[in-house]
DNA sequence: CCAGCCCCCTGTCGGC
DNA sequence: TGCCGACAGGGGGCTG
């Protein structure tokens, strides 16, 4: 569930307590969720780099190290907090990789459906190089969004959760910014007129930036990394409101399936 | 390029 | 009440 809003508040709230810190080694509890190497290799590779840096690519949280990237993507239930070595935290139950920093302190990653994933690799790039670009960053102009959909077809809103069309966006984002665009999510992607297209590229990043203004959404599992919520799902207009009124013309908001996944719209004032 | 499907997982929920 | 199957979902991988 987290989407660029959230995993933008996990980095936020991570930042000042592993940016300048070492690790010190790692436990593995579930080996499949790291990549490449086996959960020795990990620890020992790890062990002994410093925090550099904590940002943001698309959903996946980087930590750039003395030496190399930890690139650490939750999917759909990952967690990442830190804490004492004696936790108490709802979390711990999940917990499925426990890496140990220099003050004392531990960072922990967990994830109830274990479809996260921890990369350990010499350059961040051979992760992320493939994603599509940020869709907050100032370079991504309108002309670069117009660009990018040029001779694209099918559905606009698999598209737009395409993470090598846009970074960033999942699900959520993706209904949300429809709707404010009024643009139904099947709608073909070569068949936006100039006017939807500019309205999309805006309000795209209007609902990314409200996100992170609200904290992120917090529906099921996300918590920032201090374990409280963020409150962005308050103001969602379509999205887990299916058979509500739509906020704008009343009609009964939508929820059908587009490409394997679940999705929210207003069958009278998205066309 | 695109659509469809499987897979990875486990908690929750609806049906019987 | 208890069991069981369906479902949810990001993204990689595969096929057509």
């Known amino acids: 569930m987290p989407e660029l809003p959230e995993v933008e508040m996990v980095v936020r709230g991570l930042r000042p307590d592993v940016v300048g810190r070492t690790f ?18 990990f620890s020992e590779r790890i ?30 239930t990952g967690r990442l907090y830190v804490s004492l070595p004696d936790r108490q935290d709802d979390a711990d139950r999940w917990v499925r990789a426990v890496l140990g920093m ?15 994933r921890l990369h350990l690799v010499e350059h961040a790039e051979e992760v992320t190089g493939n994603l599509g ?12 969004f117009r660009a990018l959909l040029d001779h694209r077809k099918g559905a ?10 846009i970074a960033g966006i999942g699900n959520i984002y993706a209904d949300e910014s429809l709707w404010l665009a009024g643009i139904a999510p099947r709608r073909g992607a070569d068949t936006l007129k100039p ?4 309205k999309l590229y805006e309000t ?24 409280s919520t963020g409150t962005y ?18 009609a009964i908001i939508q929820k059908t399936r587009i490409a394997q996944r679940g999705t929210h719209y207003c069958p009278s004032c998205q066309v």
């Open 133 to 144: 670009p940020e869709p907050l960053a100032e370079t991504f102009t309108l002309d670069v």
């Open 156 to 165: 606009i809103k698999p598209l737009l959760m395409n993470q090598t069309f």
């Open 195 to 198: 006017g939807e297209t500019e």
């Open 102 to 116: 220099d003050d004392g302190r531990e960072l922990c990653f967990s994830d109830l459906r274990k479809f996260g």
């Open 24 to 41: 010190t080694g790692a436990v593995i509890h579930w080996e499949r969720q790291i990549a490449p190497l086996s959960a020795g290799a």
């Open 233 to 250: 799902q308050e103001r969602f207009f379509v999205y887990d409101r299916a058979g509500q009124p739509c906020p704008r013309c009343e």
């Open 204 to 227: 795209i990043r209007q609902v990314l930036q409200q996100g992170i203004e609200h904290e992120g959404a917090s529906i099921n599992w996300y918590r920032k990394p201090d374990g």
């Open 47 to 76: 062990s002994g780099q410093h925090v550099d840096r904590l940002s943001r690519r698309g959903k996946y949280v980087v930590f750039t190290l003395s030496r190399d990237s930890l690139l650490v993507h939750l999917k759909m």
